[in-house]
C-alpha cells in the first residue's frame, strides 16, 4: 500500500521529507502508525505530544505495546512552556472558548508547528466515518501535506478496535470503560453526559 499525501494549498510543490505519524494513545492512532509503518518509504518518526500526566495511567502500557506492534519507537515531544494541562489552564487563565480549549493548542498543535518542517507528510488517526471532522482540519491546515491512511483504506473507529484487539493488544482502559475517547480525564472539551460519567468514574478529576 502506498501512501496517498494530499494537500489543498495550491501554491504548494510536492518536496518530501520525512512521514510524521501523530500517535495520541487513541485506538485510531496506534493502527494508523502501523498502515504507515508498514507502507511508507520515507524517513519515519512516530510522535506523541505529552499530555500523559492528566490521561488514564494505562495509557503507558498501551504505548509500550503499540510500538512493540509498529516495530518503531514513539518519540514523546514536550512544551517549552507548559509542563501539562493544569499549567495551561493557569497560565492561559481558561478552560475552554470559542476557538477551542487551550490545552490542545499549547500541547498538541503549537508542538507539532514548532517540530514540522513544510516539506513533511501527516499522518492523524483519523477515520472514514469522520469525513466532517477531516474537512474541518484540513481547512485550518492548508499548509501542510496529510496522508489520511486510515479514510483511504476505508477503516471505521470500530475496525480499528477490532485490529487491535486481533493483534494481541487490549484496548486502553478507558474504552473499556466506556468512553469514546482516550483523552485526560476530565477533558474540557467534553459534554454533560461525558462530566457526568466522569463525576461518578473519577471523582478527584471532577472536582479538580
Not at 35 to 43: F, K, M, N, V
Not at 125 to 138: H, L, M
Request: glycine fraction near 8%.
Amino acid at each position: 500500500m502506498r501512501l496517498n499525501a494530499t494537500k489543498v494549498h495550491p501554491q504548494m510543490t510536492m518536496s518530501i521529507g520525512r512521514l510524521l505519524v501523530w500517535f495520541s494513545c487513541g485506538a485510531a492512532s496506534a493502527v494508523a502508525s502501523k498502515i504507515a509503518t508498514q507502507s511508507a518509504d520515507l524517513p519515519i518518526e512516530v510522535l506523541y505530544c505529552n499530555t500523559l500526566k492528566y490521561e488514564h495511567e494505562d495509557n503507558a502500557r498501551f504505548m509500550r505495546e503499540v510500538s512493540e506492534w509498529i516495530g518503531h519507537p514513539i518519540k514523546t515531544l514536550n512544551h517549552d512552556k507548559f509542563t501539562d494541562i493544569m499549567d495551561v489552564f493557569r497560565k492561559e487563565r481558561f478552560l475552554n472558548g470559542i476557538h477551542g480549549a487551550p490545552c490542545t493548542r499549547a500541547l498538541k498543535r503549537d508542538v507539532r508547528l514548532k517540530y514540522q518542517d513544510p516539506s513533511d507528510v501527516h499522518v492523524f488517526g483519523y477515520t472514514v466515518d469522520e469525513g466532517k471532522r477531516i474537512a474541518e482540519f484540513e481547512r485550518s491546515n492548508n499548509d501542510i501535506w496529510i496522508s489520511w491512511v486510515l479514510r483511504d483504506a476505508g477503516i471505521t473507529k470500530q475496525d480499528c478496535y477490532r485490529i487491535l484487539q486481533e493483534a494481541g493488544i487490549k484496548l486502553p482502559a478507558m474504552y473499556l470503560m466506556g468512553y469514546g475517547h482516550n483523552n485526560c480525564i476530565g477533558c474540557v472539551k467534553g459534554g454533560a453526559g461525558y462530566w457526568n460519567k466522569i463525576r461518578v468514574d473519577f471523582p478527584e478529576s471532577f472536582n479538580r
